[in-house]
């Protein structure tokens, strides 16, 4: 089955950094969009930043100049740098991935998955 998987939450320090990853794992045939987003308690899930199939990629103002994606060749894994972190950064962050699945039947089917979240938490 296919897998999406996080790692690299934890407690970090009010400036320190984390790097996040995420893999995607199973029957994939191709990646399109992946995508990062978090939750902070009691708020909504918002987007964090973007890659696209082609590379390109997005961060949203919550974290420009701060925040970086980026990918390994294969695409199987996606990362968010995150440095200059603040309490505000403090939630679960959520892996997002478009991708193309391998049925049994021999073709594929485009879904998307969520990883189960990392938490993040910068405190002093």
């Known amino acids: 089955q296919v897998q999406v998987v996080e790692s690299g939450g934890g407690l970090v320090q009010p400036g320190g950094s984390l790097r996040l990853s995420c893999v995607a794992s199973g029957p994939i045939s191709a990646i399109y969009g992946q995508y990062w987003y978090r939750q902070a308690p009691g708020g909504q899930r918002e987007l964090v930043a973007s890659?696209?199939?082609?590379?390109?990629?997005t961060v949203q103002q919550l974290g420009r100049g701060r925040i970086t994606i980026s990918r390994t060749t294969d695409k199987s894994t996606v990362y968010l740098q995150m440095n200059s972190l603040q309490p505000e950064d403090t939630a679960v962050y959520y892996c997002?991935?478009?991708?193309?699945?391998?049925?049994?039947?021999?073709?594929?089917?485009?879904?998307?998955?969520w990883g189960q979240g990392t938490q993040v938490t910068v405190s002093s």
């Open positions: 997002h991935v478009d991708l193309m699945k391998i049925l049994f039947s021999g073709g594929g089917r485009r879904l998307e998955f």
């Open positions: 890659i696209d199939q082609d590379g390109r990629t």
